[in-house]
């Protein structure tokens, strides 16, 4: 298994432009999530997913769009990139649904700068 | 909402030596997880440690062991035998135990630990 695997590790965009965050996951995850984590700030959730075509706003969304079109993929989409997301992005996938304990698997971050 | 605090930016601590991270949250729930993650210089996110609300007794693992107090809303880390390899941000983190959304987790702002040799 690769896990969750994201590309790429690091960008560098111009205000404006538009790019997508790649995150892929081989553990058949209904749960998936991004996060983004800034100095001081600890990691703040973006969107989630609790499976094929459902997904959901964090507490940080604005700017951010997110499709789930298969259990494996969960692409975020930035439209317009503005200096305020210079950030790191990490996605997190976990198990089966239910209440039982499920550990969150969690990619190795993609560092975003945006000039 | 869920708030998750951690009141201390910065530690140090002597290598073979025993460090506490404090962590407090604040929730209306009475079931949940809680858990400590380690954020090393690599930047991956490895899960330290977690504890369920429903159980009385605190969790070990090796050396990392939590002091949890569920009237307080206090979930503590203590690294005993502090190595080299110790240092790290580590984050305090709490999620749901049920519901729709339950897999959320909700992050403190981190405590940066220093290991001196």
């Known amino acids: 298994n690769a896990g969750v695997t994201q590309t790429p590790k690091f960008q560098v965009l111009k205000t404006g432009q538009s790019m997508t965050l790649q995150c892929a996951q081989d553990?058949?995850?209904?749960?998936m999530s991004w996060y983004r984590q800034d100095p001081g700030m600890g990691l703040r959730l973006i969107h989630y997913?609790?499976?094929?075509?459902?997904?959901d706003q964090g507490e940080v969304p604005n700017g951010y769009n997110v499709s789930r079109s298969t259990t494996e993929d969960f692409p975020l989409r930035l439209l317009s990139a503005a200096p305020s997301q210079t950030s790191v992005y990490f996605c997190?996938?976990?198990?089966?649904?239910?209440?039982?304990?499920?550990?969150?698997?969690f990619g190795p971050g993609t560092r975003l700068t945006v000039l | 909402a869920q708030t998750v605090t951690q009141s201390q930016p910065e530690m140090s601590v002597q290598e073979a030596e025993t460090v506490t991270l404090s962590c407090t949250y604040d929730?209306?729930?009475?079931?949940?997880?809680l858990f400590w993650y380690k954020q090393p210089p690599s930047r991956q996110m490895i899960l330290v440690i977690r504890?369920?609300?429903?159980?009385?007794q605190n969790a070990t693992e090796n050396r990392f062991s939590v002091n949890f107090q569920k009237a307080a809303k206090s979930f503590s880390l203590k690294i005993s035998d502090s190595q080299l390899g110790d240092a790290a941000m580590y984050f305090c983190?709490?999620?749901?135990?049920?519901?729709?959304?339950?897999?959320?987790?909700?992050f403190g702002k981190g405590t940066l630990l220093t290991v001196n040799p």
């Open positions: 997190a996938s976990s198990g089966p649904g239910g209440s039982s304990y499920n550990e969150q698997f």
């Open positions: 553990m058949n995850h209904e749960y």
């Open positions: 997913s609790v499976g094929a075509g459902i997904t």
């Open positions: 929730t209306s729930e009475s079931d949940y997880y």
């Open positions: 504890q369920e609300a429903y159980k009385q």
């Open positions: 983190a709490y999620r749901r135990y049920s519901g729709g959304s339950n897999y959320k987790l909700t």
